[in-house]
């Protein structure tokens, strides 16, 4: 899911001061000097339809996914297996304990395990693609958009950049976060009632210190409707935001984005913690938003087109990400 602040700001792509010609050449990445290039000079292959026939997979052969049930173990292990036929992911899982809070309909610890994906490069640094693949708790949903369109386009993406290891750059971090739906009937709360396996994941990695070595982090979610709409999330990074957009432009997409607005969702536990994040989210599925987190969020309101559209965004704006971002590096102990 995602939840919405209520300020709506509808803005023009901000793109001035930014370089998006191809002959400005430059490899020194500054603040107002990005350059976003077709990888090879082509458009990037990401195959659209077997992405679809993943998403079919997800909603029909497995269906709900709620965190903590049988849904959500048949997801890690088709996407555990899935993953074991690339060449170079290595992949662990991330368990934690989600407390329902007091008055929601699930009562008692709940198990929820976040998968990773790594790709292990020969640079420092991590960029990580992140999405959730757990589901709305509502009789019926099986979030082809909210929850199932990121989850498959993110393996998608790990068969595009299936390599043999070390890759050459930053290791790449594909993280399926399980719980970022909230208990109902209770309401989104950002510390106890949502975003449980990200929140886990970002506190216990600041603890060890491993946080730092993220270089960049994006998220995905609700980005299959078949009229697709992506928000630039208010608050993410305003250097990951000017790479989407170039990204879009070079990819000759450029209404894919249609303004910004304050979204909170996995994102925000690694924002907060000072890691650079975008959340890319559509948030208007069918009328007035009324698709969302019911059983109209179905495979009739989804399309291959757009998980192509954002699949391609990603891997045409992977090396600028990788250029413009580094890790942080290790803070003195006393
Ligand atoms: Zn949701």
């Known amino acids: 899911m995602a939840f919405p602040q209520p300020t709506l700001l509808l803005a023009t792509s901000a793109l001035l001061g930014i370089c998006i010609s191809p002959s400005c050449g430059g490899t020194q990445a500054s ?8 990888p090879g000079g082509q458009i990037p292959q990401f195959d659209e339809q077997r992405a679809m026939e ?3 997979y997800l909603c029909e052969e497995i269906g709900p996914r709620r965190i903590g049930t049988l849904g959500g173990e048949k997801t890690r292990q088709w996407l555990q297996t899935q993953l074991s036929t690339l060449d170079g992911w290595q992949v662990e899982e991330d368990s934690f304990l989600a407390e329902p809070p007091l008055g929601a309909r699930r009562r008692g610890e709940v198990q ?3 998968l990773l994906a790594k790709l292990p490069g ?3 640094g991590e960029i990580w693609i992140c999405s959730h693949y757990d589901t709305f708790d509502t009789p019926g949903f099986v979030g082809a958009n909210d929850g199932g369109s ?6 998608e993406l790990a068969r595009q950049w299936q390599s043999q290891t070390p890759r050459q750059g930053q290791t790449l971090v594909l993280a399926w976060f399980d719980g970022e739906e909230k208990f109902p ?3 989104w709360d950002d510390f106890t009632n949502s975003t449980f396996g990200s929140r886990s994941l970002a506190e216990r990695m600041e603890k060890d210190g491993s946080i730092r070595n993220i270089s960049a982090l994006i998220l995905l979610d609700m980005v299959g409707d078949s009229q697709l709409g992506v928000l630039k999330e ?3 990074n305003s250097r990951l935001k000017r790479i989407m957009e170039q990204a879009a432009s070079v990819l000759d997409d450029p209404n894919l984005f249609v303004g910004q607005r304050d979204i909170k969702d996995d994102h925000i536990h690694f924002r907060r913690r000072n890691v650079p994040a975008i959340n890319l989210i559509d948030f208007n599925y069918g009328p007035a938003n009324s698709y969302w987190h019911n059983q109209k969020d179905n495979l009739d309101h989804v399309s291959a087109k757009s998980l192509g559209r954002i699949g391609r965004l990603i891997l045409t704006a992977l ?3 990788e250029q413009s971002f580094q890790p942080r590096k290790p803070s003195k102990r006393n």
């Open 31 to 38: 603040e107002n000097h990005i350059a976003v290039k077709l």
């Open 122 to 124: 020969n640079q420092a």
């Open 112 to 114: 929820g395990v976040n």
């Open 54 to 56: 993943d998403l079919r």
């Open 185 to 187: 009937p209770l309401e």
């Open 319 to 321: 090396p600028a990400v």
């Open 150 to 155: 990121s989850t498959v386009v993110l393996l």
């Open 234 to 236: 208010t608050t993410s």
